[in-house]
């Protein structure tokens, strides 16, 4: 019998056909259906793992479906549904997980439950150490084993139910070829003696995820260039930010969803400019939800537009060394850095961020000494000999 996961190519010249279409699961939306799972479970120390979310369509964004390959069998958990899953988040912590773009997930499961990985290996930081072209996990499906993905399964509202048969069958596809995808990307990493690199990388995204999402801030409200605004601009944009915060919360909608950003600073822009409350509402447009939301939204400017901008919150300047700026020596030897980092990024065919992004850049030149804690060691070993670290 010749293995589902042979590459594609290979599969093609040994006769084998190639389809998208999806692997036979079980879907585990009612209480005392977790047994087979996690009976399965015992049997393996390696599980796939991904999990679908409505950040796209609800103001908080919920877990609404998780998916698992766990040796030849896939199961899908509803967690919507009446289950207790405190079983399954305590065997899976102990398992290695292949994840594709694990940060979100991680970030999700660590708010839902508390749950740390115990070991990851993500494929989409794989195919990026690779330099592939693209990293999604739909373009290298279809380039390995010339798999199709569903576009309007990926945009589709994970939180209504029942889910439909083309939903799952996507969802089972998300993890099915994961371990095939794994061994791949693992022979071309160890082939360029990056398989190293690799696990950094995983190990530092766990630590990152485990942090959650970042909690709300006062100071949210200051979107785009809002720091050339001044006086009644000021007053307005917060008043019309966290109007559309309410709002989004009260239909349960993402707040760019009831407006985007281009037009609160459009409304305060003109406010700025000193514009009469009835031309900035005549210059509104707010698509279907027009009728419904005017009457608040000029309630809200009006408000603004009234308020002393000077008794607006303060933004807190913080005192972290990591956020000052830097003196000429240090933006000098900050350039001399990122051009010998992007002379070896050039060399090893590297996105030149993947060894140091602007931040980091910017950390090192102001604290050369530290630069194994901030960069993680395969990045460090790249930089320190280069002429600009080098010389210090």
Same mark, same amino acid.
């Given at each position: 019998?010749?293995?589902?996961?042979?590459?594609?190519?290979?599969?093609?010249?040994?006769?084998?056909?190639?389809?998208?279409?999806?692997?036979?699961?079980?879907?585990?939306?009612?209480?005392?259906?977790?047994?087979?799972?996690?009976?399965?479970?015992?049997?393996?120390?390696?599980?796939?793992?991904?999990?679908?979310?409505?950040?796209?369509?609800?103001?908080?964004?919920?877990?609404?479906?998780?998916?698992?390959?766990?040796?030849?069998?896939?199961?899908?958990?509803?967690?919507?549904?009446?289950?207790?899953?405190?079983?399954?988040?305590?065997?899976?912590?102990?398992?290695?997980?292949?994840?594709?773009?694990?940060?979100?997930?991680?970030?999700?499961?660590?708010?839902?439950?508390?749950?740390?990985?115990?070991?990851?290996?993500?494929?989409?930081?794989?195919?990026?150490?690779?330099?592939?072209?693209?990293?999604?996990?739909?373009?290298?499906?279809?380039?390995?084993?010339?798999?199709?993905?569903?576009?309007?399964?990926?945009?589709?509202?994970?939180?209504?139910?029942?889910?439909?048969?083309?939903?799952?069958?996507?969802?089972? =596809?998300?993890?099915?070829?994961?371990? @095939?995808?794994?061994?791949? #990307?693992? !022979? *071309?990493?160890?082939? %360029?003696? /990056?398989?190293?690199?690799?696990?950094?990388?995983?190990?530092?995204?766990?630590?990152?995820?485990?942090?959650?999402?970042?909690?709300?801030?006062?100071?949210?409200?200051?979107?785009?260039?809002?720091?050339?605004?001044?006086?009644?601009?000021?007053?307005?944009?917060?008043?019309?930010?966290?109007?559309?915060?309410?709002?989004?919360?009260?239909?349960?909608?993402?707040?760019?969803?009831?407006?985007?950003?281009?037009?609160?600073?459009?409304?305060?822009?003109?406010?700025?400019?000193?514009?009469?409350?009835?031309?900035?509402?005549?210059?509104?447009?707010?698509?279907?939800?027009?009728?419904? =939301?005017?009457?608040?939204?000029?309630? @809200?400017?009006?408000?603004? #537009?009234? !308020? *002393?901008?000077?008794? %607006?919150? /303060?933004?807190?300047?913080?005192?972290?060394?990591?956020?000052?700026?830097?003196?000429?020596?240090?933006?000098?030897?900050?350039?001399?850095?990122?051009?010998?980092?992007?002379?070896?990024?050039?060399?090893?065919?590297?996105?030149?961020?993947?060894?140091?992004?602007?931040?980091?850049?910017?950390?090192?030149?102001?604290?050369?000494?530290?630069?194994?804690?901030?960069?993680?060691?395969?990045?460090?070993?790249?930089?320190?000999?280069?002429?600009?670290?080098?010389?210090?």
């Amino acid at each position: 019998m010749i293995s589902r996961f042979l590459p594609v190519r290979l599969r093609r010249l040994l006769g084998v056909k190639v389809t998208s279409q999806p692997p036979a699961y079980l879907l585990i939306d009612q209480p005392g259906q977790l047994a087979p799972l996690l009976k399965a479970m015992e049997r393996v120390d390696e599980v796939c793992l991904d999990t679908e979310a409505d950040n796209m369509f609800h103001f908080k964004t919920r877990v609404c479906l998780l998916q698992f390959l766990v040796g030849q069998e896939v199961f899908m958990v509803d967690p919507q549904s009446p289950l207790k899953l405190d079983g399954l988040w305590t065997s899976l912590a102990d398992k290695h997980l292949i994840m594709h773009g694990s940060d979100f997930d991680i970030r999700l499961l660590h708010d839902l439950c508390g749950f740390r990985p115990k070991s990851i290996f993500d494929t989409m930081l794989a195919a990026q150490l690779l330099n592939r072209p693209r990293v999604g996990l739909a373009p290298l499906l279809e380039d390995h084993f010339g798999v199709k993905l569903s576009k309007d399964s990926q945009k589709a509202n994970w939180s209504r139910r029942p889910l439909t048969q083309k939903m799952l069958d996507y969802a089972s =596809l998300d993890v099915w070829h994961l371990p @095939a995808l794994r061994d791949i #990307l693992t !022979r *071309d990493l160890k082939r %360029l003696n /990056r398989l190293g690199w690799l696990q950094q990388q995983c190990e530092a995204q766990i630590e990152s995820g485990l942090t959650g999402f970042a909690p709300p801030d006062e100071n949210d409200w200051r979107i785009g260039h809002s720091e050339k605004l001044r006086g009644a601009g000021l007053s307005v944009l917060h008043a019309v930010w966290h109007w559309r915060q309410e709002q989004a919360r009260r239909i349960d909608t993402p707040p760019f969803k009831v407006c985007g950003n281009k037009l609160l600073l459009q409304i305060a822009t003109a406010a700025e400019a000193g514009d009469a409350l009835e031309s900035i509402v005549a210059g509104i447009n707010l698509g279907k939800r027009h009728p419904r =939301l005017i009457g608040s939204l000029t309630a @809200a400017i009006k408000s603004g #537009l009234e !308020r *002393d901008p000077q008794t %607006l919150p /303060r933004r807190q300047r913080k005192r972290d060394p990591r956020h000052a700026a830097l003196t000429q020596g240090e933006v000098e030897l900050q350039d001399r850095i990122k051009l010998d980092r992007d002379r070896v990024a050039k060399r090893l065919s590297l996105e030149p961020t993947l060894i140091a992004n602007r931040v980091q850049l910017a950390q090192i030149a102001r604290q050369p000494r530290q630069l194994d804690e901030i960069l993680l060691s395969w990045q460090a070993d790249l930089l320190r000999h280069e002429p600009a670290l080098k010389q210090l």
